[in-house]
């Protein structure tokens, strides 16, 4: 028994340690060039087939790392252990063009444990935002491309407590870490001068996150929970690099480089963001919820502008319904989720807003005598801008991840 807790926590320590390089990149969309690529919420587990529903969420059974709040709500005899993958089909088209891509990603790894009878604590590493992106088009007298690629991730640790009655409180400490790069090249196709620019951000910093809950018992059968997370305003550390190269296509011309790099504070930041949501939830079997998140993205400097990014707004809602529980047909065990969703995106291009429309499905598979659940979920997503429509954007994505439900402190009396 206990060499497996050891093993257990081996494998969640190796890779959280080893995800770093492949919590990026989880993107192909031409609208990351722009900020800080595509934004990832944090939904994990259940919450991704409820429409990404998670400021009043709370279980026993899965790990819900949108609100900090919520980690207490957790059996103080169990120990939680989630890990995640996806794969995605991209479809982009812009006029008569069309285009698709996919790819594949480890999205997430989440532990959870208690720390007493009122309070549980949590670590993992998730993405933040990922950049991904590549096209060109043709220049008098040669070509363009422009391809982008990285992202930023964060590493977490979280503490919650169980205050008073329905009260919780908790707080995660985020470490945020990345690289996103831009790389413009022009091609000639005669004797003109042709040149490589590259940018890269490398950002290294700390940020923190407050969450609550309330959790109020209406009868036996019937309850509610109302919860809200709050992340202040924070100027962002680390370094921006630059790389310039000059060159002729003519024969023993000699090629021209320059490089920079200068320091990222007051420069780039993160907003504000507030959420808040509800649960409710019916006999343990029927979980209905909402959640609405803002982000104040336009009074903050992104490279030194402000008001480059347009103010962020998403509206989720979702739910999940397990027929019976104590069933022995398996089909009535399981968990049936949906949920939807509309996102007013932060990026801003050329004057024009991004537009988000989701809808979400998904399933829970109970295992090992249903104590682990191993869930499934399906994401479409359409995105465009508006007034003016540039690129039109419309993609599926596929999410397994497994809830591993140990029991920590339980003694048997034979091992």
Same mark, same amino acid.
């Given at each position: 028994?206990?060499?497996?807790?050891?093993?257990?926590?081996?494998?969640?320590?190796?890779?959280?340690?080893?995800?770093?390089?492949?919590?990026?990149?989880?993107?192909?969309?031409?609208?990351?060039?722009?900020?800080?690529?595509?934004?990832?919420?944090?939904?994990?587990?259940?919450?991704?087939?409820?429409?990404?529903?998670?400021?009043?969420?709370?279980?026993?059974?899965?790990?819900?790392?949108?609100?900090?709040?919520?980690?207490?709500?957790?059996?103080?005899?169990?120990?939680?252990?989630?890990?995640?993958?996806?794969?995605?089909?991209?479809?982009?088209?812009?006029?008569?063009?069309?285009?698709?891509?996919?790819?594949?990603?480890?999205?997430?790894?989440?532990?959870?444990?208690?720390?007493?009878?009122?309070?549980?604590?949590?670590?993992?590493?998730?993405?933040?935002?990922?950049?991904?992106?590549?096209?060109?088009?043709?220049?008098?007298?040669?070509?363009?491309?422009?391809?982008?690629?990285?992202?930023?991730?964060?590493?977490?640790?979280?503490?919650?407590?169980?205050?008073?009655?329905?009260?919780?409180?908790?707080?995660?400490?985020?470490?945020?870490?990345?690289?996103?790069?831009?790389?413009?090249?022009?091609?000639?196709?005669?004797?003109?001068?042709?040149?490589?620019?590259?940018?890269?951000?490398?950002?290294?910093?700390?940020?923190?996150?407050?969450?609550?809950?309330?959790?109020?018992?209406?009868?036996?059968?019937?309850?509610?929970?109302?919860?809200?997370?709050?992340?202040?305003?924070?100027?962002?550390?680390?370094?921006?690099?630059?790389?310039?190269?000059?060159?002729?296509?003519?024969?023993?011309?000699? +090629?021209?480089? @320059?490089? %920079?790099?200068?320091?990222?504070?007051?420069?780039?930041? *993160?907003?504000?963001? $507030? !959420? &808040?949501? /509800?649960?409710?939830?019916?006999?343990?079997?029927?979980?209905?919820?909402?959640?609405?998140?803002?982000?104040?993205? +336009?009074?903050? @400097?992104? %490279?030194?502008?402000?008001?480059?990014?347009?103010?962020? *707004?998403?509206?989720? $809602? !979702? &739910?999940? /319904?397990?027929?019976?529980?104590?069933?022995?047909?398996?089909?009535?065990?399981?968990?049936?989720?949906?949920?939807?969703?509309?996102?007013?995106?932060?990026?801003?291009?050329?004057?024009?807003?991004?537009?988000?429309?989701?809808?979400?499905?998904?399933?829970?598979?109970?295992?090992?005598?249903?104590?682990?659940?191993?869930?499934?979920?399906?994401?479409?997503?359409?995105?465009?801008?508006?007034?003016?429509?540039?690129?039109?954007?419309?993609?599926?994505?596929?999410?397994?991840?497994?809830?591993?439900?140990?029991?920590?402190?339980?003694?048997?009396?034979?091992?």
């Amino acid at each position: 028994m206990l060499k497996n807790k050891i093993s257990i926590v081996l494998i969640a320590l190796s890779l959280l340690g080893g995800m770093s390089s492949l919590a990026q990149n989880n993107t192909n969309s031409p609208y990351s060039r722009y900020g800080y690529g595509i934004l990832e919420d944090n939904a994990v587990g259940a919450n991704r087939g409820m429409g990404g529903v998670g400021y009043g969420f709370q279980s026993g059974r899965q790990i819900n790392i949108k609100n900090p709040a919520s980690y207490a709500a957790m059996d103080s005899l169990t120990f939680l252990f989630d890990i995640g993958v996806s794969l995605q089909n991209t479809w982009m088209k812009e006029n008569s063009l069309k285009e698709s891509e996919v790819n594949g990603n480890l999205d997430y790894v989440a532990l959870q444990f208690p720390l007493g009878r009122h309070m549980a604590g949590s670590a993992g590493l998730t993405p933040f935002s990922s950049v991904g992106y590549s096209f060109g088009g043709s220049i008098p007298n040669g070509s363009y491309t422009q391809v982008g690629e990285g992202g930023i991730s964060q590493a977490f640790i979280g503490l919650s407590g169980h205050i008073y009655k329905g009260l919780y409180l908790g707080a995660n400490v985020s470490y945020l870490f990345g690289n996103i790069e831009h790389t413009t090249t022009l091609l000639p196709t005669d004797n003109t001068i042709g040149s490589i620019f590259l940018k890269k951000l490398h950002v290294s910093d700390f940020r923190v996150e407050f969450g609550l809950q309330y959790t109020h018992n209406i009868n036996k059968k019937n309850r509610i929970t109302v919860g809200a997370v709050y992340t202040p305003e924070k100027k962002l550390l680390g370094r921006t690099y630059t790389y310039e190269e000059i060159y002729s296509t003519t024969s023993g011309s000699t +090629s021209i480089s @320059r490089s %920079d790099s200068s320091s990222i504070k007051s420069r780039y930041s *993160l907003p504000t963001s $507030i !959420g &808040a949501g /509800f649960t409710y939830v019916w006999d343990e079997r029927l979980t209905v919820g909402a959640d609405v998140t803002f982000q104040d993205w +336009s009074s903050v @400097r992104y %490279d030194g502008v402000k008001d480059s990014l347009n103010n962020r *707004l998403k509206v989720a $809602i !979702g &739910a999940e /319904f397990l027929p019976n529980p104590m069933s022995g047909n398996y089909m009535k065990r399981m968990r049936y989720r949906l949920g939807a969703f509309y996102n007013h995106s932060y990026l801003k291009v050329k004057g024009c807003d991004i537009d988000e429309y989701g809808i979400t499905c998904g399933f829970g598979f109970p295992v090992r005598r249903d104590k682990s659940i191993l869930n499934l979920s399906l994401e479409y997503l359409n995105r465009q801008s508006t007034p003016t429509s540039f690129i039109r954007e419309n993609f599926l994505r596929v999410s397994l991840s497994l809830t591993f439900n140990e029991l920590w402190f339980f003694k048997r009396k034979f091992e």
